[in-house]
């Protein structure tokens, strides 16, 4: 199936995978990143229930530095 | 008194919670991890602020929240947010991944300018504090939208001083003069365009309770030093503050007796 991830298009061999697993094998440490799913938040507590099929749009995200920055 | 002593009578709170520093800095444009640590450090800010972003998928990186002092309390923020909706999603993403309800809101209108969307800014924090969070929202210096935000629930008010990263200062006193005394309960955190020492020592005078800040250490030379400067500038301005200060007078006034002068 197709998904996207961070807005770039990804193939997966599945058909459908759990969000956690999916976290899971893109090397991912849970800790201190958060996810979206088609722009709904994905608890922390819901990715091993949440089907990710064909089609989903994913973010997902982190902290850095900053803030709105000058050009 | 001692600076702690006067701490204790000079209470500084954000929606219940008490801190000692009136200073919140960034994380952004540190030439180094080091760099930083050693400024958060001489500033004395209890609070900092981070950006939330895209992980990068191709490569493991570590994270940045590793490299800061574990003592800070960690402010996440909406930064390159245009709308309410993005700034929204981007509060509960932060909600989630940090398990805080805290949020500095900052909904930019325009690239050039960065200058904040007061109407979307508005609009995000009604959903926001609905949802729970403590909200602290960046925008122009704009009584009448102090004023909704406040209603609104907001737990503090940041006007701008200048635009962001631009070091000018503050541009408009009266502004923040007026603001303070039509609101003399509101916790006002000027944020954005402070430069150096003086323009957070004026903030204060005119009555903001705490200054965020970031370029303005980040970007100087020796941003150890002025992370200190800062530090000291904030509770000077404080102290003045709270002083009372002497009348504006357009004539000067003799401050010695002008009887029985040597003829």
Known sequence: MQVQINGEARELSQDRILLSDLISDLALVPQRIAVEVNQKLARRAEWDELLIVDGDRIEIVHFVGGGTEER | ?263
């Open chain 2, 1 to 263: 008194m001692s600076t702690a002593a006067t701490a204790l009578t000079d209470r500084f709170e954000i929606a219940g919670h008490p801190f000692n520093s009136r200073l919140i800095i960034g994380t952004g444009k540190y030439r180094s991890f080091d760099e930083m640590k050693a400024a958060h450090r001489a500033s004395g800010a209890e609070m900092v602020t981070v950006a939330v972003r895209r992980v990068p998928l191709d490569h493991s990186s570590e994270s940045f929240l590793d490299h800061l002092d574990p003592a800070l309390q960690i402010l996440p923020n909406t930064a390159g947010c245009y709308t309410a909706d993005e700034a929204v999603r981007t509060a509960r993403l932060a909600r989630e991944a940090l398990a805080t309800e805290w949020i500095k809101l900052e909904v930019i209108g325009d690239q050039t300018t960065l200058f904040p969307d007061n109407e979307q800014t508005l609009e995000a924090a009604r959903t926001l504090v609905k949802e729970g969070f403590i909200v602290l929202p960046y925008f122009t210096d704009d009584l009448i939208v102090a004023k909704k935000l406040l209603d609104a629930g907001c737990a503090a008010v940041m006007p701008l001083a200048a635009p962001i990263g631009s070091g000018l200062g503050v541009q408009n006193p009266t502004n923040l003069r007026i603001m303070r005394e039509q609101l003399p309960d509101a916790t006002i955190i000027v944020d954005a365009g402070v430069g150096t020492a003086s323009d957070a020592t004026i903030a204060m005078e005119l009555g903001a309770d705490a200054v965020l800040m970031n370029t303005a250490i980040a970007e100087a030379e020796d941003s150890e030093k002025m992370a200190t400067a800062m530090r000291l500038a904030i509770e000077a301005g404080r102290l003045a503050y709270r002083s009372g200060r002497m009348n504006k007078r357009l004539y000067a006034s003799a401050s010695s007796p002008t009887a029985n002068l040597i003829k």
